[in-house]
């Protein structure tokens, strides 16, 4: 146990924290805390091993004053049982031995904890080499250093953790659960930037809406999980048929959506409704019928562009399983054909 009223006032020991607080990355942090522990202690080596869960072993983290050369053969004599690196990252306790042979050093070791939830984790060692072994106020400001090389360690942890749960919760926000495609709120932003994309380059757009063909009622005659699986096989046909430049989503319950770049969303949306009526899903017959507008011809905004789309796929509708119809032009029954090579 530390004198904390003694430790707080150690201009060292304060560098230390500013150091673990404030440096820019972990890895700075613990180049900063290994110089200050070779200046507490007028050691000329400093080394942060950490355990490598890949490995098994420990691995050198960070180290101050050791030639490069000689870090594979320092982390190689950690792993034997009685190294005293070794011996403070499993045991938790501060030891110390001599390394070499002609004119032998010191090599002192400190445990680094993490403790979280009334839970200690030893996690790796602090290693000094020195003439000699280091005396007990020095040790107990290196114990203090330890301390803050875990404290940097859980941290840089925690931030690792809340940057794959901030890309999981992006996913989950971009994304339909059910099919795995974008939601409507996803594509709603991509239409926005590729209508102002195509209004700027005087270029072609394509918003198509499909319609799953009687899903109603293949729920409720074989329930809602064979309805489940059906969306997501038209989803599966929807992301295999389309381009690298188009973007679809999940509209609504039975809806999709497709936004292509282009004047060859008719022929992607064809493709799409051919394939979809091609695939089997099981003992079910599945068709999807599209509607699909143009800009500038049908609108020329967002909302202008999938309300034309909607309408023409009421006409699609209206004309049986199957169809496509655009906006402007007439409606094709189920058994027009496509070209079947990519737009």
Known sequence: ???RRALTTDPLLLAGIRAAAHAESPEASLDELLE???RSTGAGQAVAFLWDG???GLAVAASRGVPLDDL???EAAAASADHPAQLAATERLQTSGPIGEAGPSTLSAWPIVIGRDGIEEPVGALALVADEAVAPEGAERIAAIADLIGLTVDRSRLVGEAGEQVDWIERVANSDPLTG???????????ELEVARAARQDSSLSVAVFDVDGLASINDQVGRRVGDDILREVAAVLAETVRYVDTVARWGGDE????APGATGTTVARRIVERVKARPIGDTTVTVSAGVAAFPSD?????????AALAALGTAVSAGPGSLAEATREVEASGSSGDGQRG
Do not use: E, K, P
Not at 256 to 259: C, N, Y
Not at 299 to 307: F, H, K, S, V
């Open 54 to 56: 890949d490995r098994g």
């Open 256 to 259: 999709f959506m497709l936004v």
């Open 1 to 3: 146990m530390y004198d």
């Open 36 to 38: 200050i522990a070779l």
């Open 72 to 74: 594979a053969s320092l």
């Open 181 to 191: 495609l974008a939601n409507a709120r996803t594509l709603g932003r991509v239409l």
């Open 299 to 307: 609108g020329t905004t967002a909302q202008d562009l999938i309300a």
